[in-house]
């Protein structure tokens, strides 16, 4: 067998075929394939890369379990198209494509009814759940034009923690006003589809932790539109970004420059965790803006569960998040709060990599 497998050579040889078209001719075949629909099931996906090491030197080798296996020549490891994504482990495929139909067409729904519907136990639906949610993340489109950010406040919250000493785990702290209880989701998003969802500390936010998750998105033909807050100011002024601002008593600065957006979305992401979920605790509150943020992002573009399976597809470390997500949560707690980490949950799997930390830190806190 050749040095490379039969998909890399294919897309190599359509990369030369390519070149020998007109620009003509290349442009009209450009917008011809952006039309096609990717069928990404699990079965016919194509494997580029080893997901060990990443190197594009492997062979065929059999079968396992109804799925190619592969070799990697560079590691000598033996791999399936699912290894370390969020398919990894579920043998029961059926039960899981309808679970993420049920997830992605019907919206938030509580685990009781999701173990009924789909006739699994209520710790497969817990486990599933996280596995997609994880690791999934929309593009991450560049923010362009007018851009609204606000921050919004939830509960700190230890839901489902088991040991603590303390009664409230749900309800966080009667105290007003801004302190150790109040985890802070940034929610930016301009007026066409670039949004962003992103729990980024308990406490006061910095500018640096804006700069952390949507600096990278934001150039200086942006203009940032929010209310008189300090770390946004000075982030606008550090990235020499047009800032217009207004009293977060009034809401708007004028018809145009306003939070409108942001303000929605943070309104019907706060009344679905409350409301349908029961409150969630803070160790899964990015799981769940990134539930909500996916299906915003791609409700209008048609076919909504295949858009999933390419997420989940395409990422080869859900796996590795998926059992750390604990690790993920202490480091959180360190980094970006001054609370203390309690009581941390015992679950352990036997090919959790702990070195995936220190690969990915903070993609998912
Ligand atoms: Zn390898």
Redesign the pocket.
């Known amino acids: 067998m050749a040095k490379y497998t039969i998909a890399m050579k294919v897309s190599q040889q359509i990369k030369e075929l390519f070149k020998m078209l007109s620009p003509i001719e290349q442009q009209g075949l450009l917008s011809e394939l952006s039309t096609v629909n990717i069928n990404c099931s699990p079965k016919e996906s194509n494997v580029t890369s080893?997901p060990?090491?990443?190197?594009v030197r492997?062979v065929k080798n059999g079968k396992y379990k109804g799925h190619h296996r592969y070799k990697?020549?560079?590691?000598?490891?033996n791999f399936s198209p699912h290894t370390g994504t969020a398919f990894q482990g579920i043998k029961k495929l059926d039960k899981f494509d309808q679970y993420k139909s049920i997830m992605f067409e019907e919206g938030f729904i509580s685990l009781e009814r999701m173990s009924k519907r789909v006739g699994i136990s209520i710790q497969t639906a817990f486990d599933w759940r996280h596995k997609i949610l994880s690791t999934l993340k929309p593009e991450e489109f560049e923010f362009r034009g007018i851009t609204e950010m606000d921050d919004v406040w939830f509960l700190y919250s230890q839901k489902g923690r088991k040991g603590l000493a303390f009664s409230r785990k749900r309800g966080g702290s009667s105290r007003k006003g801004d302190n150790d209880y109040q985890v802070k989701m940034l929610v930016t998003a301009d007026r066409t589809q670039a949004q962003d969802l992103s729990v980024v500390r308990i406490g006061r936010i910095k500018s640096s932790d804006i700069n952390r998750k949507v600096g990278h998105r934001m150039g200086t033909e942006c203009t940032l539109v929010s209310d008189k807050h300090r770390s946004i100011s000075s982030f606008a002024k550090q990235n020499e970004i047009k800032h217009v601002s207004f009293k977060a008593t009034e809401h708007v600065a004028d018809k145009e420059h306003h939070v409108q957006k942001v303000n929605n979305i943070a309104s019907r992401l706060k009344s679905q965790t409350n409301h349908i979920c029961r409150g969630v605790s803070t160790k899964y509150l990015q799981s769940y803006a990134n539930w909500f943020q996916f299906a915003e992002t791609y409700k209008e573009q048609g076919d909504i569960v295949a858009q999933v399976d390419k997420a989940l597809l395409a990422n080869h470390k859900s796996w590795d998040t998926f059992t750390n997500i604990e690790p993920l949560y202490k480091q959180f707690i360190k980094e970006q709060s001054r609370r203390t980490y309690r009581c941390p949950t015992k679950r352990h799997w036997k090919s959790q990599q702990k070195e995936a930390i220190k690969v990915e830190p903070l993609s998912y806190l």
């Open positions: 080893c060990y090491c990443h190197d492997f990697c020549k560079a590691c000598n490891r």
